[in-house]
């Protein structure tokens, strides 16, 4: 169950480091592509995450 909390704290932080560093590089004039790639694999991670949280609830037998 931990590794699913630092999963998803991994890929927020990802997430809000690729949008910091965009916004730094876009003020300094320099390519945002490092920004990008960051915010890509968050984004890759958000949906890997999410589908094996819904794989996982729906093997729960809540109520039967």
């Known amino acids: 169950m931990e590794i ?3 999963y998803w704290v991994v ?5 809000v480091v690729g949008v910091i560093l965009i916004i730094i590089k876009a003020i300094n004039d320099q390519p945002v592509k490092p920004g990008l790639r960051l915010l890509i694999a968050s984004v890759i991670m958000l949906v890997i995450g999410a589908g094996a949280c819904a794989v996982i609830l729906s093997n729960l037998n809540i109520g039967h």
């Open 11 to 15: 890929a927020v932080l990802l997430f």
């Open 4 to 6: 699913f909390i630092v």
